[in-house]
């Protein structure tokens, strides 16, 4: 078996320098890192597919469920306020699809869409029970809440309690507890 080459023949300096030998030139790919134009990139489009894609993995129906919850108790007590204020008696109805504030059966305009009446739709996903209508007014002797109302709002995930006292007060109860 023969070697190709002689242990014993000199050794001949290699056409191009080692990487140690070799200056580093500025500027050059090895010496370069990312730039902050480049990071700031990635972490943009990182954002945008986490806002894209986390709530299929997610899902967003315990937001809606509570957002539901939380619009349920602005109604209950928005009517409460417009009947201090005016001297209205002022009633919140919970459908099967949708809840709305009226006063003497007209809707009542919406303060933040001032053209449109105080109709809020239900989520195809949420339900509201019990459906029922609760009047308010400046006199308690004549406020339809006698016995406290607790109005379950659930879907998937947790359901949430909101609780209308005789008083006409509205309030969530603790999530998972019972309301007084």
């Known amino acids: 078996m023969s070697i190709p080459f002689s242990l014993h023949a000199p050794l001949r300096a290699a056409s191009h320098p080692s990487p140690q030998v070799q200056a580093k030139r500025p500027g050059s790919l090895a010496d370069r890192g990312y730039t902050l134009l480049e990071i700031v990139v990635v972490l943009i489009l990182v954002g945008i ?5 986390a709530p299929r993995f997610i899902g967003t129906s315990g937001f809606t469920v509570q957002t539901t919850a939380d619009r349920l108790l602005m109604a209950a007590r928005y009517a409460n306020t417009l009947a201090q ?16 504030v009226t006063q003497n059966g007209a809707p009542v305009t919406n303060p933040s869409l001032q053209s ?46 909101v609780y209308v006292t005789g008083a006409a007060y509205a309030y969530e109860c603790q999530s998972g507890g019972v309301c007084p």
């Open 49 to 53: 597919m986490a806002a894209v894609i």
């Open 85 to 100: 204020n005016q001297g209205v008696t002022t009633t919140l109805t919970v459908g099967a699809t949708t809840f709305q």
């Open 116 to 161: 449109a009446s105080f109709v809020i739709p239900i989520p195809a996903s949420v339900t509201i029970t019990p459906q029922a209508s609760v009047s308010f007014s400046r006199d308690e002797s004549t406020a339809s809440v006698t016995t406290p109302v607790t109005f379950t709002v659930a879907g998937a995930g947790p359901s949430v309690l």
